[in-house]
């Protein structure tokens, strides 16, 4: 789900991963969503023909918080450190 289509604007958590970690990732969101937490994970919500990065900004800002997969791999990848870069700007 994206953001605006979560009910009642309940909140939800960005989970940030490097691809190396996908398959973790990918198990952990779906252990959450099990439970009744709503997280936003690229790979389900990201939308075709979008503009991907622009998409995944407002995720991060709009999420009650982010979930890192961490791995090195994570902290290595340029795109995790910005994300995590964009959640600190909100605190």
């Known amino acids: 789900m994206n953001p605006a289509e979560y009910?009642?604007?309940s909140s939800y958590y960005f989970i940030g991963y490097s691809r190396?970690?996908?398959?973790?990732?990918?198990?952990?969101?779906?252990?959450?969503?099990?439970?009744g937490v709503n997280v936003w994970i690229d790979s389900i919500n990201l939308k075709?023909?979008?503009h991907w990065e622009q998409q995944l900004d407002a995720s991060v800002e709009q999420s009650s918080g982010?979930?890192?997969?961490?791995?090195?791999?994570?902290?290595?990848?340029?795109?995790v450190q910005k994300e995590?870069?964009?959640?600190?700007?909100r605190a």
């Not at 982010?66 to 795109?79: F, H, K």
């Not at 995590?84 to 700007?89: K, N, S």
């Open 7 to 9: 009910p009642d604007n």
């Open 48 to 50: 075709a023909g979008g």
């Open 84 to 89: 995590l870069a964009l959640g600190a700007c």
């Open 20 to 35: 190396k970690d996908y398959c973790f990732a990918e198990a952990l969101a779906y252990g959450l969503t099990k439970r």
């Open 66 to 79: 982010i979930i890192l997969v961490g791995s090195r791999s994570a902290y290595e990848s340029a795109n």
